[in-house]
């Protein structure tokens, strides 16, 4: 990849946060998706504990040998931190819109001939 090299830090802004990470860009990809997939699998296991103690609040809620036991799962259910599904961003695209007033884009937009660049002694 073009960045790799030239990268050792990435914030990424999702969410309306900010998540730093350290290496270059490929190792940004494996630690979003790493994170990502952990993200999901808590959030399926959450949903599916969720399920297990409606269920268990369903049935025993009103038998009175159980109705304690009910009360303290509704209670652990209002105190569950709720976990978020993974959100995976869409792709982003970006075009030039033209319209009747302006004139048709030139096509390339930019071109560059003889181009040199760099940072002190990394060109």
């Known amino acids: 990849d073009f960045l790799d090299p030239i990268v050792d830090k990435i914030l990424h802004i999702e969410q309306q946060t900010i998540n730093e990470y350290t290496g ?7 630690q979003r998706s790493t994170k990502l997939a952990q993200q ?3 959030y399926q296991h959450q949903q599916e ?3 297990h103690l409606q269920s268990y609040i369903a049935r025993f809620r009103a038998l009175a040998s159980k109705a304690k036991q009910a009360q303290s799962r509704i209670k652990m259910l209002e105190r569950m931190e709720l976990i978020a599904p993974a959100h995976i961003d869409n792709p982003f695209t970006f075009s ?4 009747e007033n302006l004139p048709n884009l030139p096509n390339p937009l930019l071109r560059m001939e003889k181009v040199c660049a760099g940072y002190g002694d990394k060109v």
Request: hydrophobic share 25%; net charge positive; glycine share 0%.
């Open 40 to 42: 999901q699998s808590q």
């Open 24 to 30: 270059n860009y490929s190792s940004f990809e494996r």
């Open 96 to 99: 030039f819109r033209t319209s």
């Open 49 to 51: 504990k969720v399920a």
